[in-house]
């Protein structure tokens, strides 16, 4: 059974820094991202990599996210910086395998102003 398991979240101030982290048990995923939902608002996709070092952002975060991750371990990570109030949500790691996606539960993040 896959698990992915968030880490990092937490409170942090506008224009601070925070970093994500996911690990998926199992064999290496073809893509690897990090989702996050508002209340009352549809699911985004923040940022993906795959197991091939492409990159994907959304317009959202470019140029303050990035996201990276380690083949070997099965983890990703999302580095986050110049954090806005709107920024603040729970944020989900995604793995992707063989057409099935697995899901985190989730890890707040925080930004105050």
């Known amino acids: 059974q896959v698990q992915v398991v968030e880490s990092g979240g937490g409170l942090v101030q506008a224009g601070g820094s925070l970093r994500l982290s996911c690990a998926a048990s199992?064999?290496?995923?073809?893509?690897m991202g990090w989702h996050r939902q508002a209340p009352g608002k549809k699911r985004e996709l923040v940022a993906r990599?795959?197991?091939?070092?492409?990159?994907y952002y959304a317009d959202s975060v470019k140029g303050r996210f990035t996201i990276s991750r380690d083949n070997g371990k099965n983890t990703a990570e999302l580095q986050m910086s110049s954090l806005r109030p709107e920024d603040t949500t729970v944020y989900y790691c995604?793995?992707?395998?063989?057409?099935?996606?697995?899901w985190g539960q989730g890890t707040q993040v925080t930004v105050y102003s």
């Open positions: 995604a793995a992707a395998k063989l057409g099935s996606d697995y």
């Open positions: 199992g064999s290496i995923f073809s893509r």
């Open positions: 990599i795959t197991s091939g070092g492409e990159t």
